[in-house]
């Protein structure tokens, strides 16, 4: 079983950085790819970014791209997903969560496990 818990996000204005972190309770972290979802009212959840285990290769959105960075730390199992040029449209319930394996994937339903999620709130 594993246990993922966001932390960070909260109230920024346009054009502020806001920091996402995961910490997942898993054996193995690395035998993992990390992925960031979102969603808002009414919407279906959305990918925003991905990252494999070992190599940490990277996948985003276009809606994020050039704006949001993520990495992770293996020995500290902790993804971070980093948000720069925030815009009102990034304002969502973020989700981390993690597959096992190491294909680098979009689709929410290859996901087995989730965090609660975390709001993210920019204003214009």
Not at 18 to 29: D, G, H, I, P, Q
Request: hydrophobic share 40%; net charge positive.
């Amino acid at each position: 079983q594993v246990q993922l818990v966001e932390s960070g996000g909260g109230l920024a204005q346009t054009g502020d950085s806001l920091t996402l972190s995961c910490a997942a309770s898993v054996r193995t972290f690395s035998n993992y790819v990390m992925g960031w979802f979102r969603q808002t009212p009414g919407k279906e959840r959305e990918f925003v970014a991905a990252i494999s285990g070992s190599i940490a290769a990277t996948h985003y959105a276009d809606s994020v791209k050039g704006r949001f960075t993520l990495s992770r730390d293996n020995a500290k199992k902790t993804v971070v997903l980093q948000m720069n040029s925030l815009k009102p449209e990034d304002t969502a319930l973020y989700y981390c969560a993690a597959r096992y394996g190491s294909a680098l994937n979009i689709a929410t339903g290859v996901y087995a496990y989730w965090g609660q999620g975390i709001q993210v709130t920019v204003s214009a």
